[in-house]
């Protein structure tokens, strides 16, 4: 998930938006944007939607069985 976070961290400054604007949209705190993008942790999966919603995109995991995943 780190992968991801760090994504949104991109997109969110090549926005040019900041903490406060997603934090905003998100329905949070600053703070909790930042805490957020700088120990992602194990974040819920509907929190990286808000959080891909908040910067204007779509979130898209797939899963792939493990042969599936090492030919790719």
């Not at 819920?44 to 779509?58: E, Y």
Request: with cysteine.
């Amino acid at each position: 998930m780190l992968i991801v976070v760090n994504n949104l961290t991109r997109i969110r400054r090549a926005s040019n938006l900041n903490l406060a604007d997603v934090g905003l949209r998100m329905g949070c705190s600053e703070s909790a944007v930042s805490r957020r993008e700088s120990d992602p942790g194990r974040p819920l999966v509907s929190t990286l939607q808000r959080h891909t919603r908040a910067l204007g995109g779509v979130l898209d995991l797939t899963v792939v069985h493990a042969w599936q995943g090492a030919a790719a």
